[in-house]
C-alpha cells in the first residue's frame, strides 16, 4: 500500500496560497495525488488539503515540516502535516447499544478505517465477549448516577494511557464533563439520533414521533462542552410515514446511525475534516 503525506490548511484567503504551495512541494519533487480547496466568501477564510506520495520525496514528514514553515507563515497558515505510515490511535466508548459498535469493528477488520483501535471502554459489560473476539482490549468502568466523576476520571486516565489520538462515542449513553470536552477539543467524535439541531437530548425518535415528522436522521458531530451542539461532520436521513410507530424510528434510525458514524470517522481518520468555529469543512 503506498504511504502519504497529507497537508492540511487552513488561513486568511488571499491571491497566491495554491501556486505556492503547490510550487513548494514541486520544488521537493513531490507528486500531489489528490488535492483540494475552498475559499469561504463570507468569513474570508481559504482551506486545503493535499496528499503528496512519500516515495517522490527526499526527506521524511519532519523535514518536509521543517523545509514547509516560511511558506505557512508568509500566509499565516493554522497548518499540518501527517504520515499515512503512522495509523492513529482510536478508543470507542459504548453502552449497551450494540449496532454501532459492530459496524465500526467490522469495517476497521475489513481494512475501511486506518487506525489502530486500542480499546473500548464502557459503563456495562455487555459488550465485552464482542470486543475481545476483536483482540481489543475492554474496560468495564461502572459510572454511578450520583457521582460520576471518579468514572470519568478513570476514562480519562484510560485514554491517556492508551494515548489515543480519537475517541468515538458510538452510542455512549453519558454526557462527557465540561472539562474532559475541552481538554479532548477537536478529537471526539459523536453519533446523535437525531438530525440535529432538532430533537437534541435524551429519546429523540420518541420526540420524533410525538411531533409527526416524516424524516428521521442521524448525525455526525465533535463533541463539546454545549450537549449536542459541536461542529457536524456528516447526516443523512431516512422517510417515515404516519404508519409507523416509535419503534420503528428506532429501527430505521439504527440503519442510519451506524452509516453516518462510519463516514464521519473515515473522513476525520483521513485528514479531510477542517473545524471552523462551530462549523466544519468536509473534503470528501
Same mark, same amino acid.
Given at each position: ?22 510550487? /513548494? ?49 508568509? /500566509? ?209
Amino acid at each position: 500500500m503506498s504511504r502519504y503525506y497529507r497537508l492540511v490548511v487552513s488561513c486568511p484567503d488571499q491571491v497566491g496560497i495554491v501556486a505556492r504551495v503547490a510550487n /513548494f512541494i514541486a520544488q521537493q519533487g513531490g507528486s500531489i495525488t489528490e488535492a483540494s480547496q475552498h475559499s469561504d466568501l463570507e468569513t474570508g477564510r481559504f482551506f486545503m488539503r493535499y496528499e503528496i506520495l512519500a516515495d517522490s520525496l527526499a526527506m521524511g514528514p519532519d523535514a518536509f515540516s521543517e523545509a514547509f514553515r516560511p511558506v505557512a507563515d508568509d /500566509f499565516q497558515m493554522d497548518w499540518a502535516v501527517t504520515d499515512t505510515g503512522k495509523l492513529p490511535k482510536v478508543v470507542i466508548m459504548v453502552s449497551k447499544e450494540s449496532h454501532c459498535l459492530v459496524d465500526l469493528l467490522y469495517r476497521w477488520q475489513g481494512g475501511e478505517l486506518a487506525c489502530d483501535i486500542v480499546g473500548v471502554l464502557s459503563n456495562h459489560d455487555d459488550m465485552r465477549s464482542l470486543t475481545e473476539w476483536y483482540g481489543i482490549p475492554y474496560q468495564h468502568i461502572p459510572v454511578n448516577p450520583d457521582d460520576k466523576q471518579p468514572a470519568f476520571d478513570a476514562v480519562e486516565a484510560q485514554i491517556e494511557a492508551l494515548q489515543a489520538d480519537c475517541v468515538i462515542l458510538a452510542r455512549y449513553m453519558q454526557i462527557l464533563p465540561p472539562a474532559l470536552c475541552q481538554r479532548l477539543s477537536g478529537r471526539v467524535i459523536n453519533i446523535h439520533h437525531s438530525f440535529l439541531p432538532s430533537f437534541a437530548g435524551a429519546k429523540p425518535y420518541h420526540q420524533a414521533y410525538q411531533r409527526g415528522v416524516k424524516l428521521i436522521g442521524a448525525t455526525c458531530h465533535y463533541v463539546t462542552e454545549e450537549l449536542d451542539a459541536g461542529p457536524i461532520i456528516e447526516q443523512d436521513i431516512h422517510r417515515v410515514t404516519h404508519c409507523h410507530t416509535p419503534k420503528d424510528l428506532v429501527r430505521f434510525g439504527r440503519d442510519v446511525e451506524k452509516s453516518v458514524l462510519a463516514r464521519g470517522v473515515r473522513w476525520h481518520l483521513e485528514d479531510r475534516v477542517i473545524i471552523h468555529g462551530n462549523k466544519t469543512v468536509v473534503f470528501n
